[in-house]
Every structure is written in C-alpha cells, then in structure tokens.
C-alpha cells in the first residue's frame, strides 16, 4: 500500500496571511472567502498521483490543531481536494515524525510514502522517523514558493 501525505498550509495553498500557531488554530483562518491560492504544482501531483494508484491512502499531515478539522475539510472541499483521513495536532506534540509512527502503526501494509511539505523542519522529523522503518520507501517533495 502506497499512502500520499499532504500538508495543507503553503502545500496545497499559498497562506494569504502571516503564520502563526494562534491565528491558524481558529476557524476564521481557513474562511474560503480570504484569497487563498492553490499550489498548481501539487494539486498536478495530487492529480496524477490518484490517477496513478486509485488505490492508494491519501492522507493530510498538517500542523493545524484538530479544533479546525471541520472548516480545513470545507476549504479543500472548494480546491476539489478529498482525503480519506486527517492528522492534524491533537496535543502538544507538534512533531509530525510522531504522527507518521502513528499513521504506519494504523497501516502495517505500507510499502511506500510520499510526501509533499515546505518546512524543511518537519521534512527533517518525517526523515528521522523513516530511518526505523528502512523496508518502506520514502520520497519527498518539498515545496517551494515563488514570490
């Protein structure tokens, strides 16, 4: 089984605000009436990427605290973006390594993940977190904004 992870903010859609962790922790901040734009580059891979293995797990991974959950879902709903489960924060472990453990423990059949993310940090937690698990693939696509 092959599972797809997602970041949302500044992967599918370029923030049209500043982040920071109280503003995106509220409903308000994922309002489908503010100028959100969407990633052409990832919603392409996104495309192929079902159109290539239908079978496949589809999945968010982001740092959104589980309180949004609901507006996150109606906000992709508007990009035509649909996933099967979302793991978001649930508590203070803000470490999407740990998140990942989590997501293999739920699907032992896994033979692969991708992974589209901007922050090299977190693309740094998922990395180490792999390395305990060298019989599945990983492959990442980091994105990166243009101004």
């Not at 990633?39 to 239908?54: S, V």
């Not at 453990?101 to 922050?119: A, G, H």
């Not at 693939?137 to 990166?144: F, S």
Request: proline content about 4%; some cysteine; aromatic content about 12%.
């Amino acid at each position: 089984m092959n599972i797809y992870l997602f970041d949302f903010d500044n992967t599918i859609v370029k923030l049209p605000y500043e982040e920071t962790i109280e503003y995106l922790d509220n409903d308000d901040s994922l309002n489908p009436e503010l100028n959100f734009k969407p990633i052409k580059k990832t919603k392409d891979d996104y495309l192929k990427a079902i159109d290539y293995d239908p079978d496949g797990l589809f999945l968010i991974l982001s740092n959104r605290n589980t309180v949004v959950k609901d507006s996150l879902i109606n906000l992709l709903g508007t990009f035509d973006y649909i996933f099967e489960d979302y793991y978001l924060i649930d508590s203070d472990d803000r470490s999407k390594g740990n998140r990942v453990i989590k997501i293999l423990d739920k699907y032992p059949n896994c033979t692969s993940i991708k992974l589209w993310e901007d922050k090299d940090k977190h693309i740094k937690s998922v990395t180490e977190v792999m390395k305990d698990y060298p019989n599945i693939k990983l492959e990442v696509v980091k994105t990166i904004l243009t101004k």
